[in-house]
């Protein structure tokens, strides 16, 4: 199931190219999953307090095309795999519906406590949801 | 007794105006204040075990020109006043020798617990010393 | 009369601290000016297709709270002051109807052709409407 | 030939979990690729003098560990491949000689007219020299 996160192109997003600074994808990517969980019933602040948390160990990004300044895009999030400790989300930046960016992204769930990797509970299984790519595998 | 410390502007901090974007200043003013308290004494990690942090609570700044990418810049810094609980840090903005922003941030020293604001321990004013002004009362 | 701009505090923005870090104050009133003169009917493309643009020369913060993760906060803007060449905005922070921090920029209108300082058109003028500060002078 | 940039954490790049979130990651690579080519003869004005200038089509991140406020770490940057329009570096961010998190990002070389993409030109192709990949193909 995808969600699709709003997000108006901030005037410091962009650079002297005209264009978003490549590094505020990452945080686009991290506002839409954010935004996903909590779509899906998994606040952030409800994963906290079960005692579970994410960490990214990988991720990928190909750009295809550049966004300016007050551009409206919708970055879709959709659960790409789910494995025993890690999961992947896929992600695109669309503007009027044309594909600009896509990432794909793995998160490791980790224990608050700092005790290391923990497995997938069933609060975030459920939260994530069948997974259905948005980009091939 | 001034500390400067030097900065390279980056590509990612220059707008479409293609001068720095304002919000970057204060982030500036905070490693040239970590900078200083590190060049008298004090490194950010000793004042946290020592159960002390800093917030900011006011900030003034004043632009007279901007600065583009790759410019190398240096951030004066100086203690311009020291109270019971704040105290005062005076920020210079130079590009070759002209001041190009001026600013001004008072912080609150707190308890690392939480338990809120806290008397300046001597370790701190140590390190931020007599004051010496950079800007007009 | 007041505009305000809403902004979900986002996972970057909160620094070791807990709170948002200082820099992205600024970085919320740049975005609340874009969406006050769009509210009052000047889009930023259309101030730059008429020549003109706004340069910040001078910035007031006070932090009276911190904002932590996820908090739903509104960015509420006023004009302050509207003069030759330059004017002024109030900013407050609310959340919750608590004002957390308070702002006033000041901003010089400009020549997008880098001709330096204009009178404030009409354009600009109309969408700033009659001063009504949200801060004492 | 590898290219270090060494950079010192700042507190503002550091998140509520206690380490340097995602994004700026990608903006070390930035910074870095710039110190790669100037170190290598070519600074990025001359490149843009040149009327040449890069644009990001695809990143890809590995995350191993953590690191936190005010740690020095080094960011290694070396060319993994050139091709006709593209090229790809590597970069290695490594603590006390630990890799803590490595990445390729491919550039195309486009026109600073906006022409669209560009043969690598012998100035571009000098600076990066003979591929020698930090990480493996």
Request: net charge negative; hydrophobic share 45%.
């Amino acid at each position: 199931m995808t969600y699709t996160h709003p997000h108006t192109v901030r005037y410091l997003e962009v650079d002297a190219q005209g264009v978003v600074f490549n590094s505020w994808y990452l945080a686009w990517f991290d506002d839409a999953m954010t935004g996903f969980l909590a779509h899906r019933g998994l606040p952030y602040a409800t994963m906290l307090e079960s005692g579970h948390d994410v960490q990214l160990v990988r991720s990928e990004i190909d750009w295809r095309a550049g966004v300016g300044f007050q551009d409206a895009v919708d970055i879709a999030v959709s659960t790409a795999r789910i494995g025993r400790t890690s999961f992947a989300l896929d992600f695109e930046v669309r503007l009027d519906g044309t594909v600009t960016c896509a990432g794909r992204t793995v998160y490791v769930v980790v224990a608050t406590d700092g005790s290391g990797k923990r497995t997938i509970p069933a609060l975030i299984a459920d939260a994530l949801g069948k997974p259905a790519p948005l980009l091939p595998a």
